[in-house]
């Protein structure tokens, strides 16, 4: 299957092993990823913040060049905060004729104008409902049995927009992860925020929201994660908030793509494992006591 | 940012109108994990917007401490907007530059300008931006760890900006405040 791809800002630098395993685990699966031509950041939280309409033209834009592109393809979105703004400048447009005449006005700047149609998909959607478990389970050569995953799915893949799954009791992830062969972690904090942005402006808060779903993590081997605001800001300050909490509450985290392409036997340059703040030592060693099935 | 005088601001209608079936049931407070750091949790918040009490409102640091989860307003029994209403009272606040904690705001800000001109994000020049305008020492110093750790992993580079350069969407960022000022 064909997909056409918008990486985002951040896969271009702090998820960087986000967009490189993304990448090997689609081929290896036997999809194809087209990068969108010129493609531009979303807005993220900023643009809401300051205007309503740049925050529908950011994203609308990326949406008129996907659709300029003429690809056939659903539109492949890994990160979580973009594909809410995109969904939310489609959405907005289809609502109302006059907020969407006002993008297309200032899309009409670099000649582009965008009327619907685009259909856009979290990475997770794509995983579990295109590609689906028993695909995965079949490519295993590196089965995780008896490794504990903890689901973290994060606010904004299933709110506003519940699309693909049910945002107060998420499973979406859990078939894929046993199709590693690895257990799911049984948790409530799979969907509860961990302060997105104001891990830079109020990190204070952002501290103590993050130390909740480390605490409840406490028996997981590690947390999987579909969204590279949440895995920075769940992997980047783990010694101090076991300093702040008395405890410790070091794990490891790493994206999704990259715990499904280890169970499928993707070489380490199809995962840059290397690139994660958090891997704890006795996790990694794990890893390594995992042999390739013999078939 | 300017500033206005306070008598002449006032709340957006939209705000009100968003919040005016709100009927105080506490589940949006209930939901908010920010909420155990504000000084309004977000049902008084809504109260005091249903009050017209806007001195309170903009003195309030609650709607900056809105990480836009959007928990609230899957839960709502009345369904309304409240995520995009703390998004618009943000917006209030910083086109009327009434806001007690600069950093919110001028964090925005830096982020808007690097895209405007590099389209993408530079994280580097971002927060080169964000605390050359705070001016405070202390701010960069607390994101020095982070940024060695980033660095290191090579997941960003330093850079150097480009002064003067035609920004990338300069058009689009233009059109968008024409439009927005005849609205």
Known sequence: ?295 | MKTRARSEVDLPPEIAKNIAACIQCGSCTGSCGSSRKMDYTPRQLWRLVQSGMKEEIFNSGTFWLCSSCYLCTLRCPRGLPLTDTMAALKRAAMAQGWFKDKKSPFFYRAFLNTVRKYGRVREAEMMGRYFLALGDPGTPLSFTPLGVKLMVKGKIAPHIPSFGRQGKLDALYRKVKELEAAL
């Open chain 1, 1 to 295: 299957m064909k997909y056409l791809y918008y990486p985002g800002c951040s896969l271009e630098s702090t998820a960087k092993e986000y967009d490189i395993s993304v990448r090997a685990l689609m081929g290896a699966l036997g999809s194809e990823l087209v990068e969108l031509d010129d493609w531009t950041c979303c807005g993220a939280s900023a643009a809401d913040a300051s205007s309503y309409l740049l925050s529908l033209v950011l994203p609308a834009r990326n949406l008129a060049l996907a659709a300029r592109s003429a690809q056939d393809a659903d539109f492949l979105v890994p990160c979580s905060a973009c594909y809410l703004n995109l969904l939310r400048a489609d959405d907005q447009m289809n609502r109302s004729a006059r907020t969407a005449n006002a993008v297309n006005q200032a899309l009409g700047e670099e000649g582009l104008s965008y009327a619907g149609g685009i259909r856009i998909r979290h990475l997770l959607d794509v995983l579990a409902n295109d590609t689906g478990p028993e695909r995965i389970a079949a490519a295993v050569k590196r089965a995780l049995s008896g490794l504990s995953v903890a689901p973290y799915y994060g606010c904004q893949v299933f709110r506003p927009y519940r699309i693909f799954d049910d945002p107060e009791r998420p499973r979406s992830m859990d078939a894929l992860i046993r199709a590693t062969g690895a257990d799911v972690f049984d948790w409530q904090m799979g969907s509860k925020c961990c302060g997105a942005g104001l891990m830079t402006t109020k990190k204070e808060l952002a501290l103590e929201l993050v130390a909740d779903i480390l605490e409840a993590a406490k028996g997981a081997d590690c947390i999987a994660t579909v969204c590279p605001m949440c895995q920075m800001n769940l992997e980047i300050s783990q010694k101090k908030i076991c300093r702040m909490r008395g405890r410790d509450l070091a794990i490891s985290v790493l994206y999704l793509p990259q715990l499904i392409g280890f169970a499928l036997g993707l070489p380490e340059s199809g995962l840059r494992l290397d690139l994660n703040m958090a891997l704890t030592e006795s996790f990694q060693a794990r890893l390594l006591q995992v042999q390739p099935a013999v078939n």
